[in-house]
């Protein structure tokens, strides 16, 4: 008879110890009731919690932690919840993106340093995914996904309004004087009406979608909402399956694999998700030792289409996407065209085919048939040339399709501050054919890359009707914006890219079709303008934004710190006695 020896687990040392050192482990986690049973070598799952009340789109994580933390204990785990930095889109300054590493690293450490044998990480808000998986990445040990799910549609005046993308257009309404302050104030209370993260098919929604793409979610964790009873199910399920995750001995990197990574990037093209989704998913493959460039970006999402009727690219949100069938169909519609590495593992133990093959739509006019798209052709496009040597990215699916092949005249702003000086400026030399030209908001510049890009329209332009204009920047913008806006220009201008050198006048030309990027200045003059250039000054020389400014990497490679790339693995802390 074969002797199958119980596989020692990583938290038997500390737990699993008959010395001074076990004692201490075991008898102050006894001190809130916990029996000496729970110390016999059953898998120990940390919930990594990013409940805050300033991030308002994860106020309901306690109750989710629960629903984690029972289905832990149905299966034989022993569950341990604990907090990690937890970055609120809408109230950190200068940007959320800015702690995305720092959080990151929060979380890698929490992981490490504690006796924990696997990991539910519970996300919702548009920076707190990347952070949660990159940090987890880095440990690699199992790891479930639990994203907190999308609020209930905004509903105003007999219709539905969606987050971010209502308020971009009602606040370019306000300014182009076509409604009042009043109503703008009553949209704000119902916009957001219940717990949950940003509706559209923003960041939050790309992310969570990207968990369930990857095979890190259960399935149907991008859209459940946040206050249906199966968003608590999807939790305990998770709950229930990390323990067995942890028996089978299946690490983070056996489903964060280059295949899953090929995946996500076609699910993305085929919901119009979010730019930021570039830069996230290149630093945690980056965390995994994955290869992954902004080439693949390019390359995968041709020729897929645009599936999803949802804002910020059409009218419905993620409620209705629910609904419809959420995202199995889409993965399913994608198995269907040869675009799906259908033997990718998922965290249910199951192939991502086995689980969305027969993934039923129930409403064709909000996720539309692969033959009968929204809209054809809507990958994320790389673009180079002379003003973005290693690539700048622009979304197709929520451009002007006119504007996407367009030469005009730059107006430039050297910074953010200098853009909301003079953009209201009846005098600002500018009409709809011009290019603006956004600098100085990159990694380093800004700090932190802000969501800056789709810089709202001059009000001169915005009072005759027109809604788009070109934009350029080293910024990036939010995944609930839209407009004919190139982004993440590398390397940005704060790094002595070419973007610095742009002056008011110049002309540039965009060819999306060519995959180009172009000023139209001789290299000489180029040059010249090169050698009078001068680095801005660092917003801050001190702490963490000094740590961030030095060791920043620029966004193709995806704005993580120099020294947190590449694969580390669970590696066990010496004794801290
Ligand atoms: Fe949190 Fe949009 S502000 S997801």
């Not at 704000?188 to 979608?209: D, F, K």
């Not at 119009?272 to 390359?299: C, E, F, M, P, Q």
């Not at 000054?537 to 995806?558: C, E, F, S």
């Amino acid at each position: 008879m074969v002797n199958k020896k119980k596989p020692r687990l990583r938290s038997s040392e500390w737990f699993g110890r008959e010395d001074i050192y076990g004692f201490i482990y075991r008898s102050w986690t006894k001190n809130r009731g916990v029996p000496q049973d729970q110390f016999d070598g059953r898998p120990v799952i940390g919930i990594c919690n990013t409940w805050s009340e300033l991030t308002p789109c994860n106020t309901h994580f306690r109750v989710l932690a629960e629903h984690v933390r029972n289905g832990v204990l149905e299966a034989g785990g022993f569950p341990l919840e604990f907090p990690v930095t937890s970055l609120g889109e809408t109230l950190m300054r200068p940007t959320a993106m800015l702690y995305r590493n720092l959080a990151s690293m929060d979380v890698e450490e929490s992981i490490r340093a504690n006796p924990i044998d696997g990991v539910v990480l519970l996300m919702g808000c548009d920076k707190t995914t990347p952070s949660l998986i990159m940090g987890a990445a880095s440990v690699d040990l199992p790891t479930i996904g639990v994203s907190g799910g999308p609020m209930l549609s905004g509903k105003y005046r007999g219709h539905d309004i969606g987050s971010g993308t209502n308020v971009w257009s009602m606040s370019e309404e306000l300014r182009a004087g076509q409604i009042t302050l009043e109503e703008f104030h009553e949209a704000e209370s119902c916009m957001h009406r219940s717990h949950g993260h940003c509706m559209t098919m923003g960041t939050a929604s790309t992310m969570a979608s990207m968990v369930e793409a990857l095979g890190l979610g259960m399935p149907g964790n991008a859209a459940i909402p946040a206050v249906d009873a199966r968003r608590n199910v999807l939790a305990r399920q998770a709950g229930r399956r990390i323990v067995d995750l942890v028996k089978e001995r299946v690490p983070l990197s056996a489903l964060l694999t280059r295949p899953a990574f090929e995946n996500a990037i076609r699910v993305n093209a085929a919901i119009g998700g979010s730019t930021n989704a570039v830069i996230h998913l290149i630093a945690i493959a980056g965390r995994l030792g994955v290869k992954l460039s902004l080439d693949d970006w390019d390359a995968l999402g041709k020729g897929v289409h645009t599936l999803v009727n949802l804002m910020p690219n059409g009218k419905y949100l993620m409620e209705d996407f629910y609904y419809a069938g959420g995202l199995p169909v889409i993965i399913r519609e994608l198995g269907n065209r040869a675009m799906l590495n259908k033997s990718a593992l998922t965290a249910n133990g199951k192939t991502i085919w086995e689980n969305n093959k027969r993934a039923p739509c129930w409403n064709t006019d909000v996720i539309m048939p692969f033959e009968k798209p929204f809209k054809r052709n809507t990958g994320i496009a790389v673009l180079r040339g002379n003003l973005c040597p290693n690539g700048a990215i622009i979304k197709p699916s929520a451009a002007t399709p006119k504007l996407m092949k367009h030469k005009g005249r730059a107006v430039v702003f050297e910074n953010i501050e200098d853009f909301h000086r003079r953009i209201d400026d009846p005098k600002l030399d500018i009409d709809e054919s011009c290019v603006m030209v956004l600098k100085n908001c990159g990694p380093k510049g800004y700090p932190g890359m802000a969501e800056v890009g789709n810089m709202p329209l001059p009000p001169k332009v915005l009072k005759r009707g027109i809604t788009d204009m070109v934009r350029i920047s080293d910024a990036r913008m939010s995944g609930t914006a839209y407009g004919t806006v190139v982004l993440h220009a590398a390397p940005e201008a704060a790094a002595g890219g070419p973007l610095a050198l742009v002056k008011n006048g110049d002309l540039i030309e965009l060819d999306v079709a060519k995959r180009r990027l172009h000023l139209h200045v001789p290299e000489a003059e180029l040059a010249r303008r090169r050698k009078r250039w001068k680095a801005p000054k660092p917003a801050m020389r001190r702490g963490y934004w000094k740590l961030y400014i030095d060791h920043v990497l620029q966004a193709d490679r995806g704005a993580d710190l120099d020294f947190l790339v590449g694969r580390t693995g669970p590696l066990v802390p010496r004794d801290n006695h």
